[in-house]
């Protein structure tokens, strides 16, 4: 049996959380796959046989919590593939998580080792779940609770330069600005909050809204492309491009699967798939 879910959180949810994600494949012989730079932490939950990943050199930890990378990683996966993952909004890890966005940066760290007994009593009751919609009440419940117990957590001024940068700023100078901060202390308030200095975001961004143009397998040329998503000129893009992805413009082309809809769009902007050795 094969199969993927993607399930949106509740309301109140939905300004720290994407998506909840849910994959479960039987019996795979050997699959391969790319994770790109996201731009956001997630939370998985490994409840199959262990993943291979390049970024370890090893095998991954079976549950953790992803930070922001501005590089790919390869992983193998055989056997059952069966996880849960919590993709969270660019600042949203800040009203669960005790553990900053800037600490989990380029890291893949094992919730073994951040002495969170409430998040292990968690993965223990997914572990034991086989229901999605029973899954994400468990999320959910442990998600609020730490919601009331770290109390306000928001810090209104990074939602504001998010929503700037969502909206098409990408001047960092003018992102300060909004958010009442010098050049300085933005700088060190961003990598904090969300895991990335500015920069390397607004790189991930761009480099996010290329990636979702060509699996909408556009016409666009490489030189359209380049002035739509920001680049200053076709080898601007390809360099970025081969940075975040390992790719040729004409081999994510030929990776990438068309999206028609919302529903598989994150997870195919996170996920490519490589072919066989």
Not at 40 to 47: D, E, G, I, P, T
Not at 50 to 58: N, R
Not at 143 to 159: A, E, N
Not at 175 to 196: H, M, P, W
Request: aromatic share 12%; hydrophobic share 40%.
């Amino acid at each position: 049996m094969n199969k993927f879910k993607v399930i949106q959180p509740s309301g109140l949810l939905a300004p720290y959380v994407k998506q909840y994600w849910f994959l479960r494949m039987e019996d795979v012989v050997r699959s391969s796959q790319r994770l790109v730079p996201l731009g956001c932490v997630a939370l998985s939950f490994h409840r199959g046989n262990f993943a291979y990943s390049s970024q370890e050199k090893g095998c991954l930890p079976r549950s953790h919590l992803y930070g922001i990378t501005a590089g790919y990683t390869d992983l193998v996966f055989s056997g059952c593939i069966d996880f849960i993952s919590i993709v969270f909004q660019p600042a949203g890890t800040c009203r669960f998580f005790l553990i900053s966005p800037g600490e989990l940066k380029d890291r893949q760290t094992s919730l073994d080792v951040l002495d969170d007994p409430e998040l292990l009593e968690l993965e223990q009751r997914l572990n034991e779940t086989a229901d999605d919609l029973a899954c994400v009440g468990l999320i959910e419940k442990f998600l609020f609770s730490r919601m009331c117990r770290f109390g306000k957590q928001d810090d209104k001024r990074i939602h504001a330069v998010i929503d700037a940068i969502r909206q098409g700023n990408t001047d960092v100078d003018s992102l300060a600005q909004t958010a009442c901060l010098s050049y300085k202390q933005f700088k060190r308030v961003f990598s904090e909050k969300i895991g990335a200095n500015p920069k390397d975001f607004l790189q991930i961004v761009r480099f996010q809204k290329l990636h979702h143009l060509m699996q909408l397998h556009t016409s666009m040329t490489l030189a359209e492309l380049a002035y739509e998503c920001g680049y200053y000129d076709k080898s601007h893009l390809i360099k970025e491009l081969k940075d975040f992805s390992g790719f040729t413009p004409a081999q994510l082309f030929n990776a990438c699967e068309p999206v028609y809809s919302g529903y598989h769009g994150l997870f195919r902007s996170a996920f490519i798939d490589l072919p066989p050795e």
